[in-house]
């Protein structure tokens, strides 16, 4: 029951390596992604009742799903770096965050885009529309308390508690907006996307998903470079 | 030998409270400031509209969220003013024990509030809470304590940041969503008279929400601590 | 009682104490001098199980750094902020610290270390109404209740008039005698060599000069404290 682990946060004091060169798995994930949306625009038939607008849902599932593993990653360094005291952990989780906001936000601008012309209407409860919803507060709210503390290993260790409780509170919000939803019988609108996707269309919701996977891993990549290069300078310059 | 958790706990919440019953400054605006809020609400809507029984539920659990966090804002400020929480953190007793008291003497305070604001609720908007004591009591017990559980971390956090107290709502808001539907739905079944079963799920909701993050916040507590 | 052994602290990556070497045996008292930021706070914090360590080692109280709640124990810690709750009363402070420690009787002994402070009179006076003198007399109360061995000092002496530091000065005298350790951080380098065994002066996170005993002349030192302080090292 004493004082927590955390021994000497490590420092990477190793430079990033090729910072200035060409990142060349940013270059094939954008690659992977401008593929992904030529298949999706070009190449992938229209469904049969939402037109057009169901093609919206290549970006926009993916890019859920990218949300979620990112905040997983940061609930996961965040316990790792309690642990450990690690800070290249931290490191990790602020940059997963980031983009995991980035995602969160397209999903949120991707949904009402779709909602329009399917469901009529801009914004709905939808009860996972919601909890995206509260993703996005949830992580800018971590995203905000990391901007307020000065001290680098006080940051890292309240981060890693908030990305840990956030992970606690998702099923939580989705149960309860759930439960919400379904004792609140609503007009039915048009059923979100049917269980069984025709081959075509599956195939293009993979090729997507895999190239936002790519995009994801190589905006971490980046974003931690760009963190440990940030930590390196205050190290240089407590000295 | 240096007391148990349990007992530090307590003789750090009964400080909290003799201070917050000498000074009653935090009590009293969080009272004043729920009975504002219940009655601003009231005119918010157009009564012959919206039933005062539909609107009580949601009234009575957002304006409780909101006075809960005056009373969490001010419990690490008290520590901090003089920094006695050096002295807590110096005394040979489990980190564990300064976040329990914390919790407790929290808990007392935003029962207090209830205790103003559901009658308040009852006078002004004429329904018959008080009919359903019992069964209110429970559900405002298990909001307050997970409301509570995360609010005391979060506030001990907040103090140790350059936003201070600003941050506290940012941070405690989201987490309080899975306590306020449950509570204001558990309450509106309760008012509309539906049968008690139909409350269960919600309840459980609660209890669950109370059991996971009473654990992780009292684990996590010790890492909120400069050291 | 206190061994440190090259002692460091970092912040991040700010560095606020490095290769700290100390050793006081019982009743010794280190006055402890340095400019701001030269990470005496952080040494006596460290000192204090209160903040732990990133490099070498240390023992208090015979028991290694970081230290749980046994060190806390048998340490007594003083700062410039009183740590009292200014709704209190002095006598609640310091009987809640005396729980908190285990004390046995707390109150008795409450009202002991405040008759040793002399605040008999004011002990049901809640502490905001008392002077900042006073308030320091029951932070030392608060501190010394379960009658530590160690008792470290931060700034006591900030914000004291001179017959509030006089007094001050007098009551840690009578600590001292009763074979207490002290670590006394100050910039009050007069008041600090009137209690002090052992001198020091820390800047930029190390300490650049012990002395102890009858090498410290009272008369000289403040020129050597500014000859190390300002010196470019």
Known sequence: ?239 | MAPSTISAALLIARKDLAIEFRTRTAFFSAAIFALLGIVIFYFAWDPTAVAPVDLAPGVLWGIFTFSGLLGLQRSFGIEQADRAIDSLLGAPIPRESIYLGKAIANLAFVVAVQLIAIPAVQLFYGVPLLEHAGTLAIIALLAAIGLVAVGTLFSAMAVNTKLAEMLLPVLSLPFFVPVVIPAAQATARLLAGRPTDELVGWLKLLIAFDIVFVAACTLAFPYTIEE | MIATRALGRRFGGRTAVRDVTISLGAGDVLALFGPNGAGKTTLLRMLAGLLRPTEGSATVAAIALPGGAELRAAIGYISHASMLYGALTARENVELAAKLFGVREPRTQAMRALERMELRDRAETPVRLLSRGMQQRVSIARATVHEPSVVLLDEPFTGLDDSGSAALGAHLAMLRAAGTTMVLVTHQIAEGLALATHAAIMREGELVRIDQGSAIDPSTYLGVYREHVTHGA
């Open chain 1, 1 to 239: 029951m004493n004082s927590p682990a955390s021994a000497t946060p490590a420092y990477d004091a190793t430079p990033p390596k090729s910072a200035g060169g060409i990142d060349w798995l940013f270059l094939i994930a954008v690659l992977a992604i401008a593929a992904a949306l030529a298949r999706v625009i070009y190449y992938t038939p229209f469904e049969a009742v939402q037109g057009p607008a169901q093609k919206i849902f290549y970006l926009h599932l993916p890019a859920a799903l990218c949300a979620f593993m990112a905040f997983g990653v940061v609930a996961l360094a965040g316990i790792g770096h309690l642990w450990l005291g690690d800070l290249r952990l931290d490191r990790a989780a602020e940059s997963s965050a980031e983009v995991g906001v980035i995602f969160t936000t397209v999903v949120l601008i991707t949904g009402p885009l779709w909602a329009r012309p399917v469901w009529g209407t801009w914004w709905t409860w939808d009860a996972r529309l919601t909890l995206t919803l509260f993703l996005w507060f949830i992580y800018v709210g971590y995203l905000v308390l990391r901007g307020a503390i000065d001290d680098r290993a006080l940051r890292a260790r309240y981060s890693a508690v908030l990305g840990i409780l956030g992970s606690l509170l998702i099923p939580f919000i989705h149960l309860s907006v759930y439960l919400f939803r379904t004792l609140h019988p609503r007009p039915i609108v048009i059923k979100p996307s049917a269980p069984s996707l025709p081959p075509e269309m599956l195939t293009t919701l993979i090729i997507s998903f895999v190239a936002f996977t790519l995009f994801y891993i190589a905006l971490v990549r980046q974003r931690y470079r760009l963190a440990a290069e940030r930590d390196l300078l205050e190290l240089e310059e407590g000295r």
